[in-house]
């Protein structure tokens, strides 16, 4: 016989420390870039590495150059 679990049967996706969004991959990151590029006037966003979680970021900091 088996136990029926109640909904909570999945098991808990990884929870990222940080409260950003997180991509698992470059690519995925790019792809959301790409999209935010389409829909709004962003400059400068830019995926990064996170070396708290291990996942991509997006920033739209841009690096103040020049002035
Ligand atoms: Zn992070």
């Not at 470059?26 to 829909?39: K, P, S």
């Not at 070396?51 to 739209?60: I, N, Y």
Request: charged share 35%; proline share 6%; hydrophobic share 25%.
């Amino acid at each position: 016989m088996k136990y029926t679990p109640s909904k909570r049967e999945r098991s808990n996706p990884i929870e990222p420390p940080c409260r950003k969004e997180a991509y698992f991959t470059l690519e995925d990151a790019q792809d959301m870039i790409r999209h935010i590029n389409e829909t709004r006037v962003t400059k400068n966003i830019r995926a990064y590495r996170c070396d708290v979680c291990g996942f991509w970021h997006l920033t739209s900091r841009g690096k103040q150059e020049g002035a």
